[in-house]
């Protein structure tokens, strides 16, 4: 393997065009997934996109992902889901590694410090001063 530095712009060049072989991602989390998870593997200029246009099915999870996206029947979105990531696993597509960690680093002199459902807002309103 080679290692390279690069620019952050040049990372995203090469995802948007399909010029790497392995790329290391993350997801949105709650709420926003699995939505935004899937909604993205559509778009030619999203590294989940290339990533995915070897695969014979490709036309058939872009169509499961149209319809999944829309679908407001809870039964038929779970069923779709399942399809669409299982299709993915099966097709080693994606390489699960780990999860993300938050942390968070206090004043002593602050109580009810925590985390809301989305790691990049802080629930500032809940924090008191002891």
């Given amino acids: 393997m080679d290692i390279i530095g690069e620019e952050e712009d040049a990372i995203g060049e090469r995802q948007k065009s399909g010029a790497f ?3 290391f991602g993350d997801t949105w989390g ?4 699995p939505h935004s ?6 778009v030619p200029t999203h590294a989940d996109y290339q990533a995915q246009l070897g695969l014979a099915m490709k036309p058939e999870i872009d169509r499961q992902i149209g319809e999944v996206l829309i679908s407001t029947d ?4 779970q069923a779709l889901y399942r399809s ?7 097709a080693a597509v994606y390489l699960p590694l780990t999860y993300q960690s938050s942390m968070v680093v206090h004043s002593s002199a602050v109580d009810k410090v925590g985390f809301s459902a989305v790691d990049t807002e802080i629930p500032f309103a809940a924090m008191v001063k002891k």
Avoid: E
């Fill in 84 to 90: 669409i990531l299982t299709t993915l696993h099966q």
């Fill in 21 to 23: 072989h392995l790329v």
């Fill in 37 to 42: 998870f899937v909604s993205s593997m559509r």
């Fill in 74 to 77: 809870p039964a038929k979105r």
């Fill in 30 to 33: 709650a709420p926003y997934d």
